[in-house]
């Protein structure tokens, strides 16, 4: 019998939730669903001096927005630390580790050297094989350890990664790495696998930038005889021009997105699609999505961020969502806008009717909430309007005129509603030789003190105080 799936998302909380960490997340959740298993979550909070308790917060935060709950208590790798030098010990002990004394000028002159032969830096191993009186002395000097695996000096390492296949380094291109740092502290490498181990976890999918980690990793899994975890490593995401992705691009974090007017639900499926490919399909349910994700569909070459493709989805979902929802949607998102708090503070039931109303027809026409928000300004702005620049040249270049013509015709609408208003106004049109447009036009104008608007006609039939 096989071993339960469980898989697991370790971000470091030095910063928000970066959109290519939120993709990582989504990967690991759809694979434990897909196989029934779990998703654990670990912060990585060695690095003390830039982990913070309002990153961690943020993390957290932009996980549940997303949709990506995990199962189980967070773990906390910092908290684990007491463990982690157990394992280190347990190492020594074996003889797969062992105690090293090189001095810090000592490093610095291997670095040296191998930055005058062009070489990366490899520490040499001159501690290796030492006597016990040797390390005495060097004790009895005053000098602290470190502790550093006794790694292969001949043949390979190999792994059989489920994207990139199958990847193999020779052992003696690879250094004995630190284990236990000399104030006793444990290094990333060591805290990882050992955290892996403890909560059993099957599969670690992360970025391919981890692809060299998976080589040290997987010689301390060997050293302490733990069955080695399958390994995913994901292509790392870029710009739409192929460049390292950036803040023009898109690096941005998750909660920018939420600000910026995405649903949860359009952003999961974009990033679903960012190096992953089921056919031709683009728009998944989550259903559908946990149902087709698998790892033999990853892609090799980094994905591409498209912030177009990203807003045609995203309208998508908008036009699909229901009123309700969407609106709730809406009031969740404006705390974390500029103007937001305040249009929330002044919507009284009477006005969210009004704009629960207005839904169908501002929807249509948006491609992100903020859009929405925006198209729907006129309904709550005091009167008289304040023109935008256009708004005010169409009224000045005969608009004005345009709708006095155009008032009676409007007043003796009995049957106030976009239909009737769409025909008084096309009447018109035909009665003057006008185009519908150089009707409409300045009606939006007047309105909405914009040149572009919701459907004209739907939003005049919100607006019949106005008129």
Same mark, same amino acid.
């Given at each position: 019998m096989s071993d339960p799936v469980v898989t697991r998302f370790a971000?470091?909380? !030095?910063? @928000?939730?970066? %959109?290519?960490?939120? #993709? !990582?997340?989504? @990967?690991?959740?759809?694979?434990a669903k897909k196989l029934g298993g779990k998703m654990?979550? #670990? %912060?990585?909070? !060695?690095d003390r001096a830039r982990s913070t308790p309002e990153a961690i917060d943020a993390i957290l935060d932009g996980l549940k927005w997303l949709g990506l709950e995990w199962d189980g208590e967070v773990t906390y790798q910092f908290a684990r630390a007491a463990r982690h030098r157990e394992v280190a010990e347990a190492m020594l002990a074996k003889g797969n580790a062992y105690h090293c004394y090189a001095t810090s000028e000592e490093l610095e002159a291997m670095r040296e050297k191998a930055k005058a032969e062009g070489k990366p830096m490899r520490y040499d191993g001159r501690w290796r094989d030492r006597s016990d009186v040797d390390r005495q002395a060097a004790a009895a000097a005053g000098l602290k350890p470190v502790i550093r695996l006794k790694a292969p000096l001949t043949g390979e390492t190999s792994v059989d990664d489920l994207v990139q296949g199958r990847v193999t380094w020779q052992n003696d291109n690879l250094d004995d790495l630190v284990l236990l740092r000399s104030d006793g502290n444990p290094t990333y490498m060591l805290a990882v696998v050992v955290d892996d181990h403890?909560?059993?976890? +099957?599969h670690v999918i992360r970025g391919d930038d981890h692809l060299t980690n998976a080589a040290r990793q997987t010689q301390i899994y060997q050293a302490m005889g733990w069955k080695v975890p399958f390994m995913a490593h994901i292509p790392l995401i870029h710009g739409a021009d192929g460049a390292k992705l950036s803040k023009r691009h898109g690096a941005l974090g998750v909660d920018a997105y939420r600000a910026l007017g995405y649903l949860p639900v359009a952003l999961r499926n974009y990033l679903v699609r960012l190096g992953w490919s089921f056919g031709d399909q683009e728009i998944f349910s989550t259903e559908e999505m946990i149902a087709a994700f698998d790892l033999k569909n990853v892609g090799r070459s980094p994905a591409r961020f498209d912030f177009a493709k990203l807003e045609s989805i995203n309208g998508h979902y908008m036009? &699909? +969502?229901g009123d309700a929802e969407l609106l709730a949607a809406t009031e969740t998102m404006l705390p974390h806008v500029e103007g937001g708090p305040e249009l929330l503070a002044s919507l009284t039931p009477a #006005? #969210?009717? &009004?704009?629960?109303?207005?839904m169908p027809g501002l929807k249509e026409r948006a491609k992100t909430l903020l859009e929405l928000v925006d198209g729907s300004r006129f309904l709550f702005a005091q009167r008289p309007l304040a023109m935008d620049e256009k708004a005010g040249e169409i009224l000045a270049k005969g608009g004005r005129e345009v709708l006095k013509a155009l008032l009676p015709r409007l007043e003796a609408v009995t049957d106030w509603n976009a239909a009737a208003l769409e025909a008084a106004v096309r009447a018109e049109a035909e009665t003057t030789g006008l185009k519908l447009g150089a009707l409409a036009q300045p009606l939006r104008a007047a309105l909405t003190g914009r040149a572009t608007s919701p459907g004209i006609f739907e939003s005049l039939g919100r607006l019949r105080d106005q008129v």
């Open positions: 971000p470091s909380p !030095t910063g @928000f939730l970066h %959109i290519g960490g939120g #993709r !990582t997340a989504l @990967f690991n959740w759809l694979l654990l979550l #670990r %912060i990585e909070d !060695t403890d909560m059993a976890v +099957t036009r &699909q +969502t #006005r #969210r009717a &009004q704009w629960l109303a207005a």
